[in-house]
């Protein structure tokens, strides 16, 4: 098991920066989810890891010693990757075993090995097969087994789920989280999907443009956000945003209406207002709230998705707990939960809040 | 994919009628080399344009084998298409292999030379060639052949194998590096296996084209005992008379070992060896 050091690493290609000051301690058996847009770079970051892209500048070090120029059959480190890259002319058995065979393993240890690997991921019927008898899953599982196999100082997955079907992905998604349990191993893992990175990271590392935006824990990035994009990216439906101006004591909604905010230092810089869709609360029209038209409604069951049209300030979207009775057109007021409202300055950034997460 | 296919009698009918058509068209000068090989000499030309002769015959056949030098000529094509064959493929695997994987400087400077090699016909360069094959002291030898077809398949073999190689996708010989090959070992065990239909394809194709060459065979051997095929069937030419039923029986014989090659490798021509590698 190992403990993995990013130190102000960076990448080009040629002109073009990719990557740049990324700094991670990633502890021994940490899960660390890589998250964001498309051509942020974090598939770029983890194949620097594996030894598959060189690194143009920075220290990576695992347990304390540089591996930049390590090549990545000597790394101990195993991939999962995206498109499963099975070798087609092995059986199943063989494609697990292949790092084994390499290392120069006997015939026996191996099968022993493949085995109980097979059992665990449910497997062992299928070790005669080839690839393109497997199904999707099937397919993933081996491509698991693979790494699992060598008993690796890391795991390393790129986007494992993304060629899944849904049912399928919550399936293996719960499996890796049931693996990194049983095996307690140091995984690193890129996804773009939030959901995905909520549920089984202990710490996710938000990247856009190159940059780190933000590293905590799942829930620290959802109460915390330190900026607009990190507060947009995570959580779903999207958190809304509107323009607001400063005022004493909290911000000023461009309708007029005033919001304290306690839980902030300083609102002199305050330019725009996140509140997450579930932290609006519909109420009666009192004349002291926001009023809206449904647009859209959506009934989930357990919840009630509410586009709604905000007079003077334009849509939201919000989310009440429940099935509700409201309909499309109808009219009705909306309360903001001041003590979960983000306010971002003019650069994006979330304002200091005066007290932490507890109030 | 299931989908019902509305049947069309006529249409049908059209579709097979297309195909034996093109099928009678194309096969129909094979039958009459066949056809010719086993007539007797005095029938050929009364019997005319009868499409089985009336008298069959192996004469012709049991001459061109016993009383001609067809099986010198025979081997020389079979060494020279090998020797060509061979070392092509190698050369064409590794450069293909450098093409699709690596960016190197002048990449595509030698990717322009090797296209532009091909586009001057060959009669242009026969004599520069001569005179180097002739300088080096290898005219009338096998091995110059062997030089020069080499020299002119491996080109269009390169792109051959490298649009191969192009079609196995890079997260194989990653996954292999990860799972602790080097990258010669991720080539050997892993990309090698899968690049056999290509290596087929090229090796065929390399075959038939040094196996049919007539024009530098022509030019850089004139002694008896190093003719090709190709040049030995011109011997059946004699000033006064052509010797067409065994030259029909020596193109039939030649046939023989283009049609044994390609039983032999069109297991590795089918396609779909790579599937179930990845997502599909």
Request: overall charge neutral; proline content about 4%; aromatic content about 10%.
């Amino acid at each position: 098991m190992a403990r993995i050091q990013l130190k102000n690493l960076a990448k080009s290609y040629g002109s073009v920066e990719v990557l740049r000051n990324i700094n991670l301690d990633i502890r021994d058996g940490e899960f660390v989810v890589l998250v964001g847009p498309s051509g942020c770079g974090k598939s770029t970051l983890l194949r620097m890891i594996a030894g598959l892209e060189p690194i143009t500048a920075g220290d990576f070090e695992i347990d304390d010693k540089r591996m930049n120029d390590v090549r990545p059959r000597d790394r101990d480190i195993a991939m999962v990757f995206q498109s499963y890259a099975l070798y087609p002319h092995m059986d199943v058995a063989r494609n697990m075993g292949f790092s084994m065979e390499i290392r120069g393993d006997s015939a026996e240890l191996r099968k022993s090995r493949v085995t109980e690997v097979g059992k665990t991921l449910g497997l062992n019927s299928l070790l005669q097969r080839l690839p393109k008898e497997l199904s999707g899953g099937q397919r993933q599982r081996v491509a698991m087994g693979r790494a699992i196999i060598r008993d690796p100082r890391a795991f390393l997955f790129d986007e494992p789920l993304s060629n899944l079907d849904a049912a399928l992905r919550v399936e293996m998604r719960l499996e890796i989280a049931r693996l990194h349990q049983k095996l307690s191993a140091t995984m690193i893992y890129v996804t773009h999907d939030q959901v995905e990175a909520l549920t089984l990271a202990d710490r996710i590392v938000v990247l856009d443009n190159g940059n780190v935006q933000q590293v905590g824990s799942p829930l620290d990035l959802y109460e915390q956000p330190a900026n607009k994009f990190v507060a947009q990216f995570i959580g779903s439906p999207t958190m809304n945003v509107v323009p607001v101006s400063p005022a004493k004591g909290g911000v000023t909604l461009a309708n007029g209406l005033f919001l304290s905010t306690p839980h902030l230092a300083d609102t002199s810089e305050a330019f725009e207002l996140g509140i997450r869709p579930e932290h609006i609360d519909v109420v009666a029209d009192d004349g002291q709230c926001l009023t809206a038209v449904a647009d859209v409604v959506e009934h989930l069951g357990s919840d009630t998705n509410i586009y709604a049209l905000v007079d003077g300030l334009g849509p939201m979207m919000v989310r009440v707990h429940g099935n509700i009775a409201t309909k499309s057109g109808d009219r009705f007021g909306l309360r903001l939960r001041a003590p979960n409202a983000h306010i971002f300055g003019s650069d994006g950034r979330a304002l200091a809040r005066a007290i932490s997460r507890a109030a | 994919m299931i989908f019902t296919q509305i049947q069309r009698p006529a249409m049908t009918l059209g579709k097979y009628a297309a195909i034996l058509f093109y099928l009678t068209f194309a096969l129909f000068p094979l039958y009459w080399l066949l056809k010719i090989a086993v007539t007797p000499d005095r029938l050929i030309y009364s019997d005319g344009t009868r499409v089985w002769p009336s008298e069959f015959t192996l004469s012709n056949f049991s001459a061109v084998l016993f009383q001609t030098d067809f099986l010198s000529y025979f081997s020389n094509s079979l060494v020279v298409s090998l020797g060509t064959a061979g070392l092509t493929t190698i050369f064409a695997a590794g450069a293909g292999y450098a093409f699709s994987r690596f960016n190197f400087g002048g990449k595509k400077i030698i990717i322009a030379v090797m296209l532009i090699t091909q586009m001057f016909p060959l009669l242009m360069i026969i004599a520069p060639i001569y005179k180097v094959v002739a300088s080096l002291g290898l005219l009338n030898s096998l091995t110059s052949l062997i030089i020069v077809y080499t020299a002119f398949n491996i080109p269009f073999a390169t792109f051959l194998m490298q649009s191969f190689f192009d079609g196995i996708p890079k997260d194989l010989e990653e996954a292999a590096m990860m799972d602790g090959c080097s990258r010669f070992q991720a080539l050997r065990k892993v990309i090698l296996p899968l690049t056999l239909p290509g290596l087929g394809a090229t090796l065929g194709f390399v075959f038939t084209a040094a196996w049919s060459e007539l024009l530098f065979a022509l030019m850089l051997i004139s002694k008896n005992d190093t003719m090709t095929f190709p040049v030995g069937l011109l011997t059946f030419v004699s000033k006064f008379s052509v010797d067409w039923g065994q030259m029909m029986a020596a193109g039939v014989l030649a046939l023989v070992p283009s049609c044994l090659f390609f039983i032999f490798i069109q297991r590795y021509l089918v396609q779909g060896l790579t599937s179930g590698a990845v997502k599909g």
